[in-house]
């Protein structure tokens, strides 16, 4: 059974930083890309970015270009989201999701997400 | 970034009613169009993918229909554990981009 579990979600003060972890289990972690989503309280979904099956290749979306990165260790069936210069703006779950290997790769598996909140 | 524009934003129809959402891409997407079902307090749920193509397990009265820059999901017979927010994602720029959702409910 696949499943994507996501940790490190806290109350974190305006600049401060977090660091998130997804652990995958039931597949070859190895051979996907993998996404990281967010949702802020009673909003829709927002992408925030993708990093490929080796770790080299990343995407973001653009209000967190510079401030975040996406990273993963493929021995530890992990990926992680430094989150860095942190604002109000970046409080929300956070949930990782599966890029699957299907015509126009969609998120087929997804965390149940953790809680990111910004406040002072 | 290409934007997704869903419509309408909410609607609350009867059990058995026949139900459709239309997402708009800014530019053309092609059939990289995915569609997702989030119910309330979990986690989004892939229901379609390559803009017409039901996800394993999903029920036969989803589908989803367009290419280019619009795109339909429609629900053939609305049930009780279809109230959830419905997400269009296009997949065509590697930069990935939601609409706003389209929240289902039951008159």
């Known amino acids: 059974e696949v499943q994507l579990v996501e940790s490190g979600g806290t109350l974190v003060q305006p600049g401060g930083s977090l660091r998130l972890s997804c652990v995958a289990s039931?597949?070859?972690?190895?051979?996907?890309?993998m996404n990281w989503v967010r949702q802020a309280p009673g909003k829709g979904l927002e992408w925030v970015g993708k990093?490929?099956?080796?770790?080299?290749?990343?995407y973001y979306v653009e209000s967190v270009e510079g401030r975040f990165t996406i990273s993963r260790d493929n021995a530890k069936n992990s990926l992680y989201l430094q989150m860095n210069s942190l604002t109000a703006e970046d409080t929300a779950v956070y949930y990782c999701a599966r890029a699957a290997n299907l015509p126009t790769v969609p998120m087929d598996f997804w965390g149940q997400g953790t809680l990111v909140s910004v406040s002072s | 970034d290409i934007q997704m524009t869903q419509s309408p934003s909410s609607l609350s129809a009867s059990v058995g009613d026949r139900v459709t959402i239309t997402c708009r891409a800014s530019?053309?997407?092609?059939?990289?169009l995915n569609w997702y079902q989030q119910q309330p307090g979990k986690a989004p749920k892939l229901l379609i993918f390559?803009?017409?193509t039901l996800q394993s397990g999903v029920p036969s009265r989803f589908s989803g229909r367009g290419s280019g820059t619009r795109f339909t999901l429609a629900i053939s017979s609305l049930q009780p554990e279809d109230v959830a927010t419905y997400y269009c994602?296009?997949?065509?720029?590697?930069?990935?981009?939601f609409g706003q959702g389209t929240k289902v409910d039951i008159k």
């Open positions: 530019q053309t997407v092609s059939n990289y």
């Open positions: 994602q296009q997949s065509y720029s590697d930069r990935r981009t």
């Open positions: 990093i490929n099956e080796a770790g080299g290749d990343k």
């Open positions: 039931g597949f070859s972690f190895r051979n996907f890309w």
């Open positions: 390559a803009a017409s």
